[in-house]
T-cell receptor
Framework: GAVVSQHPSRVICKSGTSVKIECRSLDFQATTMFWYRQFPKQSLMLMATSNEGSKATYEQGVEKDKFLINHASLTLSTLTVTSAHPEDSSFYIC??????????????FGPGTRLTVL | RKEVEQDPGPFNVPEGATVAFNCTYSNSASQSFFWYRQDCRKEPKLLMSVYSSGNEDGRFTAQLNRASQYISLLIRDSKLSDSATYLCVVTTGGTSYGKLTFGQGTILTVHP
């Protein structure tokens, strides 16, 4: 149990285009989903916390107008990178907290999406 | 100062060796502590939680020293499959409840 999927797993796009990444909890309901970004040889950095039915909370330095997050249901959150530029190329990973274990810090990670902006 | 600091390594050890990783955290209000493992180009996977009393899971032993704000991971009888990046992770409560803060990771390579 506790499987999180991400789609697409890899995307290559031209500079200036927008890219949408989906994060789904497949066998549980997620009250909260998190979006992370990982640059080469660096650790994961939290970008934003997404709660179902409410606005996402962004970490300092993350532009909310550039990284649009929608958490429309308890099993789906989307991250849209708007007007992507080469510096946005990174590994984007989501995680989800199971509603049944919401009193703990347990998070389940998706397999990640590798974005390359040309 | 980084919130979670680790020696990035790399650690290169032969099969069967014992290797130890250390981690320090700066926020004394941190509440939960974990070690994650991340393989190249993959998502991180939970290896084990860390408790003050220390905990062991097979060849892996984790220890937490709250007074020193220090976390350790010991791997005994290293296997080739243990080669990965090991991430020290902490969470804090309050408004940051559930927020995982990752260290930069320690790279381990186990060779034959």
């Amino acid at each position: 149990g506790a499987v999180v999927s991400q789609h697409p797993s890899r995307v290559i796009c031209k500079s200036g285009t927008s890219v949408k990444i989906e994060c789904r909890s497949l066998d549980f309901q997620a009250t909260t989903m998190f979006w992370y970004r990982q640059f080469p040889k660096q650790s994961l950095m939290l970008m934003a916390t997404s709660n179902e039915g409410s606005k996402a909370t962004y970490e300092q330095g993350v532009e909310k107008d550039k990284f649009l997050i929608n958490h429309a249901s308890l099993t789906l959150s989307t991250l849209t990178v708007t007007s992507a530029h080469p510096e946005d190329s990174s590994f984007y990973i989501c995680s989800a907290r199971d509603l049944r274990t919401s009193g703990t810090d347990t998070q389940y990670f998706g397999p990640g999406t590798r974005l390359t902006v040309l | 100062r980084k919130e979670v600091e680790q020696d990035p390594g790399p650690f290169n050890v032969p099969e069967g060796a014992t290797v130890a990783f250390n981690c320090t955290y700066s926020n004394s209000a941190s509440q939960s502590f974990f070690w994650y493992r991340q393989d190249c180009r993959k998502e991180p996977k939970l290896l084990m939680s860390v408790y003050s009393s220390g905990n062991e899971d097979g060849r892996f032993t984790a220890q937490l020293n709250r007074a020193s704000q220090y976390i350790s991971l010991l791997i005994r009888d290293s296997k080739l499959s243990d080669s990965a990046t090991y991430l020290c992770v902490v969470t804090t409560g309050g408004t940051s409840y559930g927020k995982l803060t990752f260290g930069q990771g320690t790279i381990l390579t186990v060779h034959p």
